[in-house]
């Protein structure tokens, strides 16, 4: 499994890819820096920032650009069949890669995550400390973004394996069915990841990021969101299993 | 002549008591198209060439045998265990696919430790160094795979195909991309490990290929078995196949009644477009005496031009005798 692991680090962690990867993790940054200098209300609108950009468009094109080329690239170029044709578990495969996904997925969106959070929310310096109004928040920030990062992990991967435009159609999903159909009909939310890691960041971070994507006004508990979250892993943890064993591998 | 086993029958390419791969009555079909057409086969110890022209199957089939593929209908053991669905049996099984595609950011030295690692050896640097060496790789073994050449890819993959030193070998063209000295070293390789007491299967679509090679030949031909046994009866039955030559000259209907009865031309056409088309089963004598044949009639040859020696009608011959 160790093995796996280091492999698909390596495959994941090319330069130009991290690159991008760390150009859109840091863009909600810069946009909260600028908010920060620029108005005076801008907590609430970096607030808004978390919603609008860092959960809605950055989370899930993150993990998508690292979760549907982990066995989605392998099908690609053909080079599924040297782990396959080893005498490693199915399941192993599958959680070697999903670890790696998360974790190369998180590393970026909690750095940025936090500083982004430290930004909205710290008056100054001496006030880092505070509990309720700096570090509550910063904790439900990480924690809703740990959440998502899982969660839609466990959706791209199999969409990398299931198909060759899976970039394309994780895209597809993000905005209609995330974006569009979530904002419009309620009931979605009760099964939207951007939903879950927003819910979480407002129950974990507290009074301060209760406005957080409207999503105060909603009554999903965070139990519900947590269970969610983890039957949506699960659910697609298996289907990844299910597609890795019955393919026919090119 | 030891007459070679048709299509629908089960071929033999082994001699011992126990076949190490057993496939049974299988087919495989993508939608419409059927890949491998109910092929029964056994095979055992020793180098077995698994030929045939492109898509013919032969990767499919492998996919099978070595559980990449599902079959659509039919069984396939390896080592007496379904070939499909226990992954513990690659322990026994080194497989090279056709595919060359391998992780450029690995030196050749790192590809074959990645193999030995996922197979989890006692000694891993050991057992690298080993199969380094058996496919003469050493000097190169610390270079990335991205630096490598074709053939030395191939023998780098090679190396990790034989890392864990298994009793049963499947490799899909193995010798694509290399040159005749890598190819004789190949040979000898592949015979050393044979005698040995390994199962090897080699797929080629080139015949002279694994002519000097196999033990056994597996013919296949759009998907079906068309011949299997030794090299030398299906040479011999290449061998009966009569040749086409189409002649073209200054006094076609002169030539043409010249080569009439002519001991080396089976029979003799004038096709449409006014061209001569020869059968002969005897090509060298047909050289010498259609020059002749041309002298004492005054025909002045214009081209003499073989016909259908791609190796897909070579191969098609054989299925439709």
Do not use: C
Not at chain 1, 4 to 33: E, H, N, Y
Not at chain 2, 180 to 201: S, V, Y
Not at chain 2, 228 to 233: N, Q, V
């Amino acid at each position: 499994m160790l093995t796996v692991f280091s492999l698909t680090l390596r495959q994941l962690t090319g330069v130009r890819r991290q690159v991008i990867l760390l150009l859109f993790a840091a863009a909600p940054v810069g946009m909260a820096i600028l908010v920060r200098y620029l108005t005076d209300d801008y907590t609430n609108q970096i607030i808004g920032l978390f919603d609008l950009l860092l959960v809605a468009a950055v989370l899930p094109l993150v993990v998508a650009i690292l979760a549907t080329t982990a066995l989605g690239d392998d099908v690609e170029d053909r080079t599924l069949s040297f782990i396959l044709l080893r005498p490693v578990a199915r399941w192993q495969i599958v959680a070697a890669k999903y670890l790696a996904v998360v974790i190369l997925g998180l590393a970026p969106l909690v750095v940025f995550g936090v500083v982004m959070a430290g930004v909205a929310f710290a008056q100054d310096i001496g006030s880092v400390s505070n509990y309720d109004e700096v570090i509550r928040p910063i904790l439900g920030v990480l924690t809703g973004l740990v959440v998502g990062v899982l969660a839609y992990s466990a959706v791209f991967m199999w969409l990398g394996l299931i198909s060759s435009q899976a970039l394309g159609l994780a895209i597809v999903y993000v905005v209609v069915w995330e974006g569009f159909a979530a904002g419009i009909f309620d009931g979605i939310r009760y099964l939207s990841i951007r939903s879950y890691s927003l819910i979480t960041m407002s129950e974990v971070g507290g009074e301060s990021l209760t406005a957080i994507g409207d999503v105060g006004a909603t009554a999903i508990q965070l139990q519900f969101v947590f269970g969610g979250a983890a039957t949506v892993m699960i659910v697609f943890l298996a289907l990844t299993l299910i597609q890795l064993r019955n393919m026919d591998v090119p | 002549m030891t007459t070679p086993e048709t299509t629908m029958q089960t071929a033999n390419a082994h001699n011992g008591p126990e076949p190490t791969i057993r496939v049974d009555n299988v087919s495989k079909w993508f939608g419409n198209v059927v890949a491998v057409n109910e092929v029964s086969l056994e095979i055992g110890p020793g180098i077995t060439g698994l030929l045939g022209p492109n898509g013919a199957g032969k990767t499919t089939l492998l996919h099978m045998m070595t559980g990449l593929s599902a079959t659509s209908r039919g069984t396939i053991t390896v080592l007496g265990q379904p070939a499909r669905g226990d992954t513990q049996l690659y322990r026994q099984i080194g497989v090279m696919t056709e595919h060359q595609a391998v992780y450029d950011f690995y030196t050749g030295r790192e590809f074959v430790e990645f193999s030995a690692r996922m197979h989890k050896l006692d000694d891993i640097p050991d057992a690298v160094q080993k199969a380094i060496e058996s496919v003469n790789m050493t000097d190169a073994q610390d270079r990335r795979l991205s630096t490598y050449s074709r053939g030395m890819r191939q023998r780098m993959r090679l190396a990790a195909t034989l890392v864990h030193d298994p009793p049963v070998l499947v490799l899909d063209e193995p010798l694509n991309g290399t040159d005749p000295r890598q190819r004789l070293e190949f040979h000898d390789l592949a015979r050393r490990l044979a005698a040995e007491g390994r199962t090897i299967i080699v797929s080629s679509h080139i015949l002279e290929e694994v002519e000097t090679l196999a033990d056994n030949i597996v013919l296949m031909v759009s998907g079906k078995l068309a011949a299997s046994g030794d090299f030398r009866s299906i040479r011999e039955l290449l061998d009966d196949r009569p040749y086409r030559i189409r002649v073209t000259s200054t006094n076609q209907r002169a030539l043409a009644g010249g080569l009439i009865g002519n001991e080396a031309v089976t029979s003799v056409t004038i096709e449409d477009d006014g061209s001569i088309l020869l059968l002969t089963h005897d090509l060298p004598a047909l050289q010498i005496q259609i020059a002749t044949v041309a002298r004492d009639t005054g025909a002045i040859l214009q081209t003499v031009e073989p016909q259908d020696e791609s190796l897909e009608s070579v191969f098609t011959y054989i299925v439709e005798r």
